[in-house]
């Protein structure tokens, strides 16, 4: 396996998930797996999980929500249309699409959709314009050749649409992911706070530790970063259907404004669609889908994301490897680390955070160890984005495979010790057998000696066989 500070997360489906499989994907350097719930049942999931679970502990599991979307209903047979043809649209969500009706998920889009606007359907393939409207239906002007599919997702750019944040199935996924204590739920279509707080509040009736991921694929998301980041774990850059709703031109600046914000907030940001999606049907990537991996990595995201290279492509394992290597590429090339400000929160910690990763860039350490229960000292370490990789000391599962997610953080779990130094002195012994760094070279502890409440306290700089040597 590729040792990389930047995390993969690979999307799996049920019809290929055997141990086989998901252990190929984990040694080629996939960190976290996704669950693209729009394809699945809870049984698929559970299949897939099931076999995660059996590969390695230390791997993370993301379930996707469909979210607040519009997608058309199924139909007899496709609609086939030609620049300036004319065709209804009615929300109808119980109806099917026929002739030169076609029907929408949402009960109240002829309501919400004005006159005058363009409707996007398949990614944009699609593009109409709204010239008229009845109480039933939107009467619209086709823009372009192509055919109109079912199920396929609609776009209404500059124009909010009513719906609620979550559906029937996201609220069962939810609850689905607390039961089987997933590790993330990233959910679709986030707009502002409230999408976010409304899959909170599931997850806190079930008592569960779940992290919210919220996918910024919308303008409205786009606009209402901050609010979202105030309530959501971390945020997924969404380029699919953001791009639709987006000018394309502008994509690239924002992508970068988003993950800045994210590093400065603490939060862990991921880089997904079509990063590498010409590998769905070739062994080899094209050189802008090369230049679009090593430009992420060096914006310092914390994780990228393939979707259709590894849930349905023909050389998922080739992806993964590919994208773990051009990764290693830009670490090993380029300085990582990056000047953020400091916290208000936790302020102590904040600092010696900071100092730490200072530290082990002027002295050349070879690693920073540090316990942590929440894993919030640990993702303040992993801010600053420094060259040195952190070994983090977990005293609790779940918070071990969120680390996954995060920027040159690689954790294990350990047994919770009264004495705070004890787990450090055998987790240095453990790291020198796994040979992450030798007795004679130096390293950086951070830790604390009154309790997990009051956070870390100080920094240790010494070589690795002086901390093995210590007897308290």
């Known amino acids: ?65 469909k979210g607040p979307e519009i997608r058309t209903c199924d139909n007899d047979k496709p609609l086939f249309v030609k620049y300036g043809d004319i065709i209804k649209i009615k929300g109808a969500p119980e109806e099917r699409s026929k002739g030169d009706v076609i029907c929408v998920s949402y009960e109240q889009f002829v309501k919400d959709v004005p006159m005058g606007s363009s409707i996007l359907i398949d990614d944009g393939y699609i593009a109409l314009a709204v010239m008229e409207k009845t109480d039933e239906y939107l009467i619209c002007y086709v823009e372009n050749d192509g055919v109109i599919n079912a199920r396929k997702s609609i776009n209404i750019p500059s124009v909010h649409v009513k719906l609620p944040a979550l559906s029937e199935k996201d609220k069962g996924f939810i609850r689905f992911a607390a039961d089987h204590r997933l590790d993330f739920i990233a959910h679709s279509f986030v707009r502002n706070k409230n999408d976010v707080i409304a899959v909170q509040k599931i997850l806190d009736e079930k008592k569960s530790t779940i992290k919210i991921i919220a996918k910024i694929e919308n303008s409205e998301g786009a606009q209402n970063l901050d609010e979202i980041l105030d309530h959501a774990y971390g945020v997924m850059i969404a380029r699919g259907d953001l791009a639709v709703e987006i000018p394309t031109e502008q994509i690239p600046l924002i992508q970068k404004k988003i993950v800045k914000t994210c590093i400065e907030k603490r939060r862990p940001v991921i ?127 779940q918070v071990m495979r969120q680390l996954s997610l995060s920027f040159g953080v690689f954790a294990d779990y350990v047994q919770m010790d009264v004495n705070s130094i004890k787990p450090l002195k055998k987790a240095v012994s453990r790291l020198v057998e796994e040979k992450c760094f030798k007795d004679d070279d130096l390293i950086i502890v951070l830790a604390g000696s009154f309790g997990m409440r009051h956070g870390a306290s100080y920094i240790e700089i010494s070589t690795a066989q002086n901390f093995k040597k210590r007897q308290t």
């Open 1 to 65: 396996m590729i040792r990389r500070n930047t995390k993969i997360i690979a999307t799996i489906s049920n019809l290929n998930c055997s141990q086989e499989f998901i252990k190929g994907l984990f040694w080629a350097g996939m960190n976290v797996v996704r669950l693209n719930t729009a394809h699945m049942t809870h049984d698929d999931a559970l299949q897939v999980i099931k076999n995660i679970r059996q590969v390695a502990i230390k791997i993370g599991i993301l379930l996707d929500t």
């Open 271 to 397: 880089v997904a669609t079509q990063m590498l999606h010409s590998m769905i049907e070739s062994p080899r990537p094209t050189r802008a889908e090369v230049s679009d991996v090593a430009n992420a990595c060096l914006d310092r995201v914390d994780a990228l994301m393939l979707s259709g290279e590894t849930a349905n492509g023909k050389y998922p394992e080739v992806a993964v490897r590919t994208m773990a290597k051009i990764a290693k590429e830009v670490e090993d090339k380029k300085s990582s680390y990056v000047n953020v400000p400091y916290t208000i929160d936790n302020t102590i910690t904040a600092y010696l955070a900071k100092a730490a990763v200072k530290a082990s860039l002027r002295l050349e350490t070879k690693g920073i160890v540090a316990d942590s229960f929440s894993g919030r000292s640990i993702r303040a370490l992993a801010a600053y984005r420094g060259d040195s990789p952190i070994y983090a000391q977990v005293y609790n599962r």
